[in-house]
C-alpha cells in the first residue's frame, strides 16, 4: 500500500506524508538499478551509533520494521490489538 497525503494522520504534522514507498520495477530493470548501485555505492549516511545500526539492521515496512537479529527472538506473538 502507498498513501501519499496532505492531512492529518496519527504521529505525523500537517502537510505532505509519505507514509510508505517501495520500489515497483521490472525483474530486469531491479536488475539494474542494483548492479549500478553495487558499482558506484553512495557513501555512508552513519559509520556508528544508533543510526548505522538502524540503517544495516532495521528491516523494510513489508517485513515489519523490526530489528532483523531480534525477529523471533523473544518467542512472544504480538497480535494486532496490542499496538
Known sequence: MVRISDARMS???????ILHVS?????AEME????????????????????KLYIDRVLQADKGCDLGFLVGASGSVVTC???
Open 11 to 17: 504521529a505525523t504534522a500537517f502537510g505532505a506524508v
Open 32 to 51: 539494474a538499478r542494483l548492479a549500478f548501485w553495487r558499482a558506484n555505492p553512495p557513501p555512508p549516511v552513519a559509520t556508528r551509533s544508533y543510526a
Open 23 to 27: 520500489p515497483e520495477a521490472s525483474d
Open 81 to 83: 490489538e496490542s499496538h
